[in-house]
């Protein structure tokens, strides 16, 4: 009997039944694990309120959903005696639906056209900025490498780079001119003088993850390479300096190897003649004068000698 009780609560669908009924025998109605006849009542009663209760929600929401046709006016043109008609009523135009990421310049809920607290000159600028942003999402961003361990002070960034820059993105990539230029010396000794400098947004891929870095100010060097040198201004901005990464690994290295110089315990002993240690010669003297102030015989204070210069591991 628990069997086919048991199956027919297995077969039972939908799952939100099987899963009722299940609940009610298990903590309520124990009884009905042996009695197929009343668990079959059982689910009958559940199962009837379960439809009538779909049967209502599946009706109001078919109410709610279903609006009615818009008859037409009956304030529509009338005709009089004279054959004329009166003028019709103009419907109020339809208030358009507010953008989703709200206004422009103060984010309400309204167009910027709309926007009660911006000028003309703020709208301007609103929508210019607007359509600047716009056009950055469609150019993207430009992929290029960057070496992060180069040791330089600054960011720098080659002018092929810059032109290859120029060419995706419009408008024109705002470069500064320099009032002083800077000299920068090269891996191979020679000097090269940097007259200009660019902000950029640096996107960088780390096996962490993806950094987004704004406004990172790079000097633009004549050179033909495609790799930007990132300088330790922008490291240290993110929180990374290999210099000190660098001596951390290298002291770490320098304790593992190091030999102690004065072990545990090197005090009490000294280095004997024959290379082993042995207790100092003061300590032994002292020693054995108080052993034979309290009656060890004095003729055999040399056996005693002897065996502590064999047998070091007693102290």
Known sequence: MKKRC???????QPVLLQDQIQRLIEFQR???CTDDVALFDLILEHAKAQQRFFNQSKDSATATTKQPTARPSKEVTTRISSGRSQPVTPRAPKA????TEGCLFCKGLHWLRE????????RRA???KFKEEKQQQRVGPIRSKALPDTGVDCTILPSSVLRTLEEAVSPDVNVIR???????ILADGSTKTCSEEVKLDLQLTTAAGVVHVRQVPCLVLDSEDDELLLGRDTLSSLG???NDMLAQLAGSALLATEEDEFPVGYELFVEGATGGSMLGNAAVKDMMDAAVQNGFPAERQGEIEEILATRNEVW
């Open 178 to 184: 320099l009032s002083r230029p800077v000299t920068v």
């Open 30 to 32: 124990r009884d009905y």
């Open 115 to 122: 926007c009660p607290t911006a000028s003309v000159e703020q």
């Open 240 to 242: 990374i300096d290999v």
């Open 126 to 128: 609103a929508l210019e």
């Open 96 to 99: 358009a639906t507010p953008p």
């Open 6 to 12: 048991r199956l027919l609560v297995k077969t039972l």
